[in-house]
């Protein structure tokens, strides 16, 4: 499906033709080290490719190709092209089309992740700034964003961006009386508040559905939500009859301190029925949901922390991953920070491979070594613990870059 290979003219002249007119990275590196892709002494394409026998699967990257070192050799004004400088191609697509055709196999766990992550991502932005005749002002800086055509005609006739199945319900999370409310900009706070069924939300009519009903109060808030659907007209959950949905809830942050001991209490709770049943643990009620967490021993052997952890390595992208390791070393409540490293550095850190190879440190086909992909991570976690005023020695036995 994919080669990397040139052929052999007899056998295969079309295909041949085709691949050395299109699909050949241009001399550069040892061969040609003025060559227009070179950066810091290296090619940026990291041309000229490694010889090798058979087709390897590398680990969060593209496949590593067969080039076998047979011999083959295009030359070209005095060029010498091996297998070393062809770019992976598909022979059917560039019979077909006839031009320059870059085709890679891409497959894994993490494309699924870069799909799901280039659909939300939003447009591409550029940061601008204006100068000049204003040196004494404070520099502006304007957001701007870039509509290509293409883009902009799919969004004009107002095609879909994406198509998701199974559905996705999204849970709120809030405190008592702090849930969002939808009003029009005419309305009065009166009028608002004279609303039907106002003070309701997903979280409160669950309590509501447990109170009465007890076929749920095996499931948790977001189990619920894949059994029973909502009915946002009256508010009120139903036994669900058919349509697969997965519950997710928000994700909060424990730097929002009792909305995330909410949070903490709800990913274990089973069958809530009110907000003061989820503050009671072996019949005392608890005045804060801190409190309850720390009764029901969710704050011992950072426990709280690690299901905080888990979920956001599942959803959330590394770099915003680090920065929560950073915003949970702050709250000064962590037993055993380097425990919590050990743990989560292989979640925390699946992204510096990629980040090292594109510095250029590394040779395109070079294993990083772990330590130096973990040593990465802290130096980055660092960072963003020096941009909050404090830094990784604070919080001995953390390991240090
Ligand atoms: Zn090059």
Redesign the pocket.
């Known amino acids: 499906m994919i080669s990397a290979q040139l052929l052999d003219p007899q056998l295969q002249p079309l295909l041949y033709a085709k691949v050395t007119k299109y699909m050949l990275?241009?001399l550069?590196?040892v061969d040609n080290s003025q060559?227009k892709?070179?950066v810091n002494g290296k090619?940026?394409?990291?041309?000229?490719k490694e010889y090798r026998e058979r087709t390897d699967w590398a680990e969060d990257s593209y496949p590593l190709y067969a080039r076998p070192n047979n011999g083959l050799v295009f030359e070209h004004n005095g060029a010498r092209f091996t297998n070393q400088y062809v770019v992976p191609y598909c022979p059917q697509l560039l019979l077909l089309f006839d031009c320059y055709l870059n085709v890679e196999i891409s497959a894994g766990l993490g494309t699924v992740k870069y799909l799901s992550k280039y659909i939300y991502k939003g447009p591409d932005r550029a940061t601008m700034e204006i100068s000049g005749g204003m040196q004494d002002e404070i520099k502006a800086h304007l957001n701007g964003w870039f509509i290509s055509p293409i883009e902009a005609c799919w969004k004009i006739f107002e095609f879909n961006m994406h198509r998701e199945s199974p559905a996705v319900q999204c849970l709120p999370i809030h405190l008592p009386n702090e849930h969002y409310v939808n009003f029009h900009a005419h309305q009065t706070v009166n009028e608002v508040l004279a609303r039907q069924n106002v003070e309701k939300t997903q979280l409160t009519a669950w309590f509501n559905y447990d109170f009465v009903h007890d076929d749920g109060l095996g499931l948790t808030y977001w189990q619920f939500s894949q059994y029973y659907t909502w009915d946002a007209k009256v508010k009120s959950w139903y036994p669900r009859q058919w349509a697969k949905v997965i519950g997710r809830m928000y994700f909060v942050s424990p730097s929002k301190g009792e909305q995330f001991f909410l949070q903490l209490l709800l990913t274990i709770f089973e069958g809530g029925k009110s907000w003061e049943y989820l503050r009671t643990w072996n019949g005392q009620v608890f005045a804060i949901f801190k409190e309850a967490c720390m009764a029901r021993g969710l704050l011992e052997d950072d426990h709280g922390w690690r299901i905080c952890l888990e979920e956001a390595i599942a959803i959330q992208p590394r770099m915003a991953c680090r920065r929560l390791l950073a915003v949970i070393l702050l709250t000064n409540e962590v037993a055993e920070p380097h425990l919590l490293w050990d743990q989560f550095k292989a979640g925390l850190c699946d992204d510096v491979k990629h980040k090292l190879h594109h510095m250029n440190h590394y040779q395109a086909n070079q294993e990083i070594p772990e330590n130096d992909v973990y040593d990465y991570g802290l130096w980055d976690l660092n960072r963003i613990l020096v941009e909050m005023g404090r830094s990784l020695t604070d919080f001995p036995p953390m390991p240090l870059p």
């Open positions: 990275h241009g550069c590196g060559a892709c070179m090619c940026n394409k990291h041309f000229p």
